[in-house]
């Protein structure tokens, strides 16, 4: 079956920087777009970045622009999401998910995405 792993999420002072990482197995996984979202307490899950299959497109959330860098390694089934000048706003549990593509299309759309992993907590204090 279809499995997401994320990894790295941890405590880090304002200003400082983190990478969370996301291993999938039970899929093709170069046939699939890669997306990250969080959820903070109280609040709804939200879309944070987003990667093509190939790699060569990305989206952002305004928010994260030029702080929040999304890659992928099609070769290690693997999915990153390197966070610099993190803030306190951006502490939550940071999720994964994959969707299939046939095109090299990039979703923003929490609702499209049809497998999620167990997420990875990411703490910055001030």
């Known amino acids: 079956q279809v499995q997401l792993v994320e990894s790295g999420g941890g405590l880090v002072q304002a200003g400082g920087s983190l990478r969370v990482s996301c291993a999938a197995s039970g899929l093709t996984f170069s046939y699939y777009v890669m997306g990250w979202f969080r959820q903070a307490p109280g609040k709804e899950r939200e879309f944070v970045a987003a990667?093509?299959?190939?790699?060569?497109?990305?989206y952002y959330t305004d928010s994260v622009k030029g702080r929040f860098t999304i890659s992928r390694d099609n070769a290690k089934n693997t999915v990153y999401l390197q966070m610099n000048s993190l803030k306190p706003e951006d502490t939550a549990v940071y999720y994964c998910?994959?969707?299939?593509?046939?095109?090299?299309?990039?979703?923003?759309?929490?609702?499209?995405?049809?497998?999620w992993g167990q997420g990875t907590q990411v703490t910055v204090s001030s």
């Open positions: 998910a994959a969707v299939r593509d046939y095109s090299d299309t990039i979703y923003y759309t929490k609702s499209v995405y049809r497998y």
């Open positions: 990667i093509s299959r190939s790699g060569g497109g990305t």
